[in-house]
């Protein structure tokens, strides 16, 4: 009895996904069709049902033979790719490792220099001022520099920082 109610259920699961795919209406208009082509011309029917019969299971195989050759070929290229991600990767991260740290000492270096240059420009403004050196910027039609007027002592010089 329970083997009976469960065959039940699944003919009747699988009666109800088949109406989902081809409603009813289709499927009595093709059964329709064919018992009448059987009955109008039963030796064709025959010759048909005798192909369909013994060439259906080389034809399944075969199908299942292309998806699996296809499933592997996707495989097989997925799992190349993966690989050579992979190479690439071991080469790009310590390649960027290695930029990123010669872009921070240049960083480093060249904010180095620029409070360097600037604290060495405050102490020769101290200077100048302290022993009678006037420094001045200038941007004239020369280049940008400084010129320290050395004031005192004897005779006046200029001195032009930017044509050593």
């Not at 088949?18 to 059987?38: C, G, L």
């Not at 005798?50 to 195989?61: H, K």
């Not at 033979?65 to 190349?80: I, N, Y």
């Amino acid at each position: 009895m329970v083997v009976s109610n469960a065959a039940a259920g699944l003919i009747g699961f699988t009666q109800r996904q088949v109406d989902r795919v081809v409603t009813p209406e289709s499927r009595q208009k093709a059964f329709t069709q064919t018992t009448d082509f059987a009955a109008a011309r039963p030796i064709l029917f025959a010759f048909l049902l005798a192909q369909l019969t013994f060439s259906l299971v080389p034809l399944l195989l075969f199908a299942s033979f292309v998806a699996s050759a296809f499933l592997f070929a996707f495989g097989a290229a997925l799992l190349f790719t993966l690989f050579w991600l992979g190479v690439s990767l071991a080469i790009l991260v310590p390649t960027l490792f290695i930029t990123g740290g010669i872009g921070i000492l240049a960083w480093a270096w060249a904010v180095t220099s620029f409070i360097a240059v600037r604290w060495l420009y405050g102490v020769l403004q101290g200077i100048a001022g302290a022993d009678g050196l006037e420094l001045r910027r200038y941007n004239g039609n020369k280049k940008n520099g400084i010129q320290v007027d050395v004031k005192g002592g004897e005779g006046d010089s200029k001195l032009d920082g930017a044509g050593y």
